[in-house]
């Protein structure tokens, strides 16, 4: 598995990331395994779908994370994973990209290109059997938004049947950092339809309402709304790394994710997401946990309490003490007293994949301990909403044609926005159009 983290905010997310890889995979921050990987077993708690093994014993991260400018980069090299990564999984420029995916995509100097292409491709080859690609960025910095797409591009074409998946943390309407952000994030969200299997976003205004009423954060920083990405992503891909009686590939999630291309699009629920101080007072069973991971507060894109979340298709990645029995009877339940809306076009549903390994926590996050929880990937019309906010965005900025000269100077036109903005609501309208007709089907 090779892992690809773009921008300012994906460097950020690597941050949260290793270090809660390395702690699940009883790996140093100097990549030495520890006395407690040293003392098991075989394949017990392999880490080789993550980090590659040097022949003098240490662990490397399959990974490359690149930005424009060096600031976070920086804090990484000089931090207490600075000798954790290989240096040329550590690419940086000297300048940003100005909050402009124009500038991001065409400006960005071939050097850094180049190189991130050359990075790549020997993290693939340093592979014995490449799993899949994942790209994590946001979709609202320049960075990550122009030089993530143009990576993307690349990697299609290089390893085009190889799985990708893009990670992708959404700007919202009311918690943007710049009002440049949804002309990004609607360029940003156009590429990965033609470019890669499937795309899962998240939006900060869920994770900073997890951090206040799930969590008790009263002041999230970014490092707290990664780790929680961090642990969502852990979740993710436990089943390519610990064993367990059922697994979910790369390969399966397209195939069950996917009921058609342009519907490529999933949103995750996590359970349980309780402060340490709840965590201590009990423990919740399957049935609990897997009504859980549907409710909306435990969504990482925020939804309007009155609408009606319809699903596609899900897959579900349990950790810890899940019997397969019980998941399947929870399920049932739930869909046959209409608590979970289904398709009707999509009998099944479902995919399941569990891990005996329970999620590790690292104690800042504030997470609490579970024996047991889940991770949901689900193709449902909850992917609107955000979608819906974003194309109504930039149709406000285009009306007034509202900071449009900063992207034609880099060489971007009107019409590559509009073209993006009308394939978005084509798919808004695709969503929608579902959501009206089972909610009918549902209703009457």
Known sequence: MVQIFVGQGGAQIADACWELFTQEHFITPSGEPSACLCGQE???????????????GFYVPRTLIVDTEPSVLDEIRTGVYRNLFQPSSLISGCEDSASNFARGYYSTPCSIVDASYNSI?????????????????TYGGGTGSGLGCRLLQHTADEFCKISRMDFGVIPGVTLSSGPVEPYNAVLATQVPVEHVNLVSLVDNMALQRICFCLLKIIKPSFTS??????????GLTSTFRFPGPTTITMMDLYTNLVPYPDAHFAMIGFAPL??????CK????????TELVFAPANQLVH?????????LTCCLFYRGNACVREVNTCIDEMRSSNRLPFVDWCPTGFKVGISYQPMTIIEASRIGPSDTSVMALHNSTLFRTPLHELTKAVETLLQRNAFLHWYMAEGLEREEIENSLGGLKKLEADYNSVRMLDYALHVF
């Open 274 to 279: 309780f402060d340490l101080e709840t965590a």
């Open 282 to 289: 009990g423990q919740v069973d399957t049935t609990q946990l």
């Open 303 to 311: 939804q309007h309490e009155e609408e009606l979340n319809m699903y």
């Open 42 to 56: 075989q394949g017990d708690c392999d880490g080789s779908a993550f980090f590659n093994l040097t022949q003098r």
């Open 121 to 137: 491709r020997h993290l693939a080859e340093a592979c014995d059997l490449l799993h899949g690609i994942i790209f994590y960025r």
């Open 225 to 234: 709304l990664n780790r929680i990405i961090a642990q969502c992503m852990s």
